[in-house]
């Protein structure tokens, strides 16, 4: 069995603002293999869309990058600009939140895919068309050849975003990176992407890093789960055995605060996780979710933790792992 | 939190230090907001910068290039340059300060009302600053000051009603972006009337983009004046006023180039200071500060 | 939930056109936004009003703290109509109900202190005098787990949920009968999300105000809701006591609706059946005639063709308050299942 496909280690990013520093991630590794959907867990603040932007080499000249991000052996954070340019959009793919604001509101839909796929596979313009019907289809995209002809005003939300992975998989990509791809759409919307996804998993095999609020997302898709926090990995396991043995104290209350329909919940609390997010202005040299954990002793406002197997295949960043 | 951060000073005054950096980390608005301040004190404290009255004549120094007495020369009565423009800078400024207080008075009430209230007031207001807007700007204060007759007063007047239709439109266009935030709705939900709502919650949140579109009236204005006064139709002579000087340099032109350069550059420096300096107040007070 | 207290809020036949895009002398497009929406709200209860993009809830809710005026219906607030009075006229009404904002950043004025945010209405309505505004708001901050410091600083200085604290604090200050609450959490993080919504529960039990909670996650609903409602493009499909509804949804959209939403555990979540919709939400500028749900509905094939003349009027199908406006679904009757219930799934994952 080959290697993984794309290795992140030691990644940390950093922007220098006009007000002060901010360690957006600090020290991340992250490993996905071929066929695998990897679901990057975390709420605002943490770190998880900078680091996936910072895969592709898509943030802005404020940010310093260090760490290493290797995809099939390659360096992606020293590469040329040619070399990245040949793997972004045809090896790694991205797809946005905002389906609104990702696709140009003055072209029409089947051109902009044309274009991406002519820029890097050296179509010519018949056959690119010819891709582009083939792909609106492939996304279930109902009447492709029509569609394509539309400006993205014409579409829906769920119709852009089934646009925006089309164009995510015009060249084959082995990955395809959704930053909360599904967030903005309707409840019923979303259920049908979510199915897509995993049908493109299994029909194309291709890769996917899925960042994402949403626990009941991830539960629905993912194989593996990392739970980030303040721009470090808190926890990763393997889906089913993260959301059955959490060790974290910040993964169990993140569980512990989801509302569950059916559930008899009416007459108990949802947990709440007090005090918020800390200031990522400095690294702090302690846990960063010591201010906020029922767990926290000296050792916590000491040290920071490191990442550790505390269970088969289950890593956790905690001095005080445990179910409870 | 000490406590002075808890109270509201502390609260504002921790805004402005921030807007205070910003501001500080780009030189150009900070070499602007110098020559700005130059300027205004210049022309406010004329009797004691400038060397010499503008009327003082000097018979034995007529058209002079730059000497030790006359630092930028004379004119063809021996008036020295130097002074003239900066006793010249008053009338430009002030028209520029007036004309634009004049333009925003006028203009701010009457976006607010049409955006705030709508309906066919709005319209009409709306499509007669259209057709106004038609019109650049210099040539409507030249058929207003025409109209209204030469002085530097009404130069003033004719450049604050000629700034008033794109006034109106930035008035307007934020008042009917503002009508739509959520804290407005609160203010209804609230119980409160037209007056509170438009005075505490719509007003106090233009305030940061009228600032900037003032300060890029002023250069406008003053730009404005010196042509209204080269055609005669602003500050009448002896009265001095670089667009004054600018009409009598025309005949000596080959000889004595410096008297219509010196005040062109000097029209070109200031209005260009308030530029720079409207667009870095711009990029500081950015909504990005707010949140 | 009694029938005998007069009910806060009475909503009939409430209707909402919008028109988009026309010229001075007409030729727009009709939004429909709100098309015949009924329902009532009693004492102390709270009623959840779901629904996805183009429903209209967030358009009743506008309505009924007449932020819009209904183009048709009316509403009466505590006994009193309220469906057209004037600004003036509304005024003292204003004091009985108050609303809550989606939005965190934009639901407070960035030119107010949170203080005085929380004050105003007080202030507006003569509630209090100069020291007495201060000493209520600082009562109100506590009431909302809030430092009463707070009270100085601008809402940029605040977190989300501190900002969503404060809109509820502003909310309440009057002493509403009833709160309409938009969406008050869907902005926030999950985690925030479960404090704000405890606060909510906590304080609509110990002041007793009636609650129209809007939202369009189920879950979140079915945490604080007495009674739920469904909406589907600017009309009620379904209404029911919580526990009804989460244990025998009988509306085709309503079960779709509740198995799209994803549950956090794997097992359950792959494991269940799942109703697709085909299709997208059609606009609101042209429904579909008779039962808008059908160009989506799984079940289409059985109600046709009836479902593309006649509207599905909105029947008791229990006899107690379970509210369904569907060809397929008849009194008495069980209705056609979809999939698993809520109830059903949360059951199997105790075991």
Not at chain 3, 199 to 220: E, K, N, V
Not at chain 3, 259 to 282: H, K, M, T, W
Request: proline letters at 7%; aromatic letters at 4%; one cysteine or more.
């Amino acid at each position: 069995m080959s290697g993984p496909l794309l290795e992140v280690e030691d990644l940390s990013v950093r922007f220098d603002t006009d007000e002060g520093s901010v360690h957006a991630v600090d020290r991340m590794s992250l490993s996905l293999e071929p066929r695998q959907v990897l679901g990057v867990v975390g709420e605002s603040g943490c770190g998880k869309s900078v680091t996936a932007l910072s895969i592709v080499g898509l943030l802005p000249k404020t940010a310093k990058v260090t760490g290493s991000v290797r995809f099939e052996g390659l360096e992606l954070l020293a590469a040329s600009k040619s070399e990245l340019r040949r793997v972004r959009g045809r090896q790694i793919s991205f797809v946005f939140q905002e389906p609104m604001t990702s696709l140009n509101p003055v072209f029409r839909v089947g051109h902009q895919i044309e274009e991406v796929l002519r820029e890097h596979m050296n179509l010519s313009r018949a056959a690119a068309r010819q891709r582009v019907v083939e792909l609106l289809d492939l996304v279930h995209i109902p009447d492709p050849a029509r569609r394509a002809e539309e400006y993205p005003h014409q579409l829906s939300g769920g119709m852009r975003q089934r646009v925006m992975i089309a164009m995510a998989l015009g060249c084959d990509p082995k990955i395809l990176i959704a930053d909360e791809p599904t967030t903005a759409l309707d409840v019923t919307i979303q259920a049908g992407i979510l199915d897509l996804l995993r049908e493109l998993r299994d029909r194309l095999g291709t890769a996917i890093v899925l960042i994402t609020h949403n626990l009941g997302v991830v539960a629905d898709i993912a194989d593996r789960v990392v739970v980030m926090y303040a721009g470090r990995k808190a926890e990763e396991a393997p889906v089913g055995e993260l959301f059955a043995h959490p060790q974290h104290p910040y993964t169990i209350g993140l569980l512990g605060a989801v509302p569950r329909a059916g559930a008899a919940a009416r007459n108990g609390r949802l947990q709440e996780i007090p005090g918020r997010v800390p200031s990522l202005s400095e690294l702090p040299t302690h846990c960063a979710f010591a201010d906020r954990c029922p767990r926290a002793d000296e050792q916590s406002w000491s040290e920071v933790p490191v990442l550790r197997q505390v269970r088969p295949d289950h890593a956790v960043a905690c001095f005080h792992p445990g179910e409870q | 939190m000490s406590y002075v951060e808890a109270t509201p000073l502390g609260a504002r005054a921790r805004r402005r230090r921030i807007l205070r950096r910003r501001f500080l980390r780009r030189p150009a608005a900070v070499i602007s907001l110098l020559i700005v301040v130059g300027a205004v004190l210049a022309a406010a404290f004329a009797r004691w910068v400038a060397p010499y009255s503008p009327d003082a004549t000097d018979f034995n120094a007529l058209l002079s290039g730059p000497s030790r007495e006359h630092l930028l020369g004379t004119d063809d009565l021996g008036r020295d340059t130097l002074s003239r423009i900066i006793w010249g800078a008053r009338a430009s400024i002030q028209a520029g300060f007036l004309a634009t207080v004049l333009a925003m008075v006028v203009a701010v009430p009457i976006g607010l009302i049409g955006g705030y209230y709508r309906g066919w007031l709005d319209t009409a207001i709306a499509r007669v600053t259209d057709v106004l807007l038609a019109f650049p700007f210099l040539i409507l204060a030249v058929g207003l000051a025409a109209i209204l007759g030469p002085s530097l007063l009404n130069a003033t007047l004719a450049l604050g009603i000629a700034a008033v239709p794109p006034l109106i439109r930035i008035a307007r266009g934020e008042t009917l972006a503002l009508r739509e935030e959520d804290y407005v709705r609160a203010a209804v939900a609230n119980g409160a009337n037209d007056a509170v709502i438009i005075g505490r919650h719509i007003l106090p949140n233009m305030t940061s983009t009228l600032l900037v579109q003032a300060t890029l009236t002023i250069p406008a204005a003053i730009i404005g004046e010196a042509v209204l006064s080269f055609l005669g139709l602003g500050v009448q002579p002896p009265t001095p006023s670089w667009g004054v000087m600018l009409n009598a340099a025309q005949p000596y032109l080959n000889e004595a180039p410096g008297l219509a350069v010196y005040p062109g550059l000097a029209i070109v420096i200031v209005a260009l200071a308030f530029n720079l300096l409207g667009d870095g107040l711009r990029d500081v007070l950015d909504p990005r500060t707010e949140r | 939930m009694s029938g005998d207290a007069q009910p806060v809020l009475e909503v009939e036949g409430l209707v909402k056109h919008f028109t988009v895009g026309g010229r001075v002398g007409g030729g727009g497009r009709i939004v429909h936004a709100v098309d015949g929406v009924s329902f009532s709200i009693a004492p102390g209860e709270v009623l959840g009003l779901v629904g996805e993009s183009g429903s209209g809830k967030t358009t009743v809710g506008y309505c009924v703290n007449r932020l819009y005026e209904p183009t048709e219906g009316t509403i009466r607030l505590d006994g009193a109509d309220i469906t057209h009075l004037s600004r003036r006229g509304l005024r003292p009404h204003r004091r009985r109900m108050h609303i809550v904002f989606q939005d965190p950043y934009s639901s407070l004025n960035p030119r107010m202190t949170c203080g005085q945010i929380v004050g105003e209405p007080l202030r507006l309505h003569g509630l209090a005098r100069r020291r007495g505004v201060d000493a209520r708001v600082v009562e109100l901050f506590d009431a909302v787990g809030l430092r009463s410091e707070l009270r100085f600083r601008y809402p940029h200085e605040l977190s989300g949920g501190q900002r969503q604290r404060v809109g509820l604090a502003r909310a309440l200050s009057v002493g509403p009968d009833l709160l309409i609450a938009d969406e008050p959490v869907s902005a926030l993080d999950v985690s925030v999300q479960a404090s704000v919504l405890n606060l909510m529960r906590d304080l609509q039990a110990d002041l007793g105000f009636s609650c129209l909670f809007i939202s369009h996650d189920l879950a979140t609903v079915e945490f604080l809701c007495d009674r739920v409602a469904v909406m589907y493009l600017g009309k009620l499909v379904e209404l029911a006591p919580r526990e009804e509804l989460f244990a025998r949804p009988q509306h085709p959209y309503t079960q779709a609706l509740l198995s799209a939403a994803v549950v956090p555990d794997p097992e359950i979540q792959r494991n269940r059946r799942r109703v697709v919709l085909e299709g997208d939400i059609p606009s609101p500028i042209e429904p579909p005639s008779g039962c808008r749900f059908r160009t989506r509905c799984p079940l289409e094939h059985e109600s046709a063709p009836r479902s593309t003349e006649e509207e599905p009027p909105l029947v008791d199908v229990t006899g107690a308050g379970h509210l369904v406006a569907c060809h397929l679904v008849r009194r008495g009757a069980e209705a056609p299942r979809l999939a698993e219930a809520p109830a059903e799934l949360a059951g199997a994952a105790d075991h």
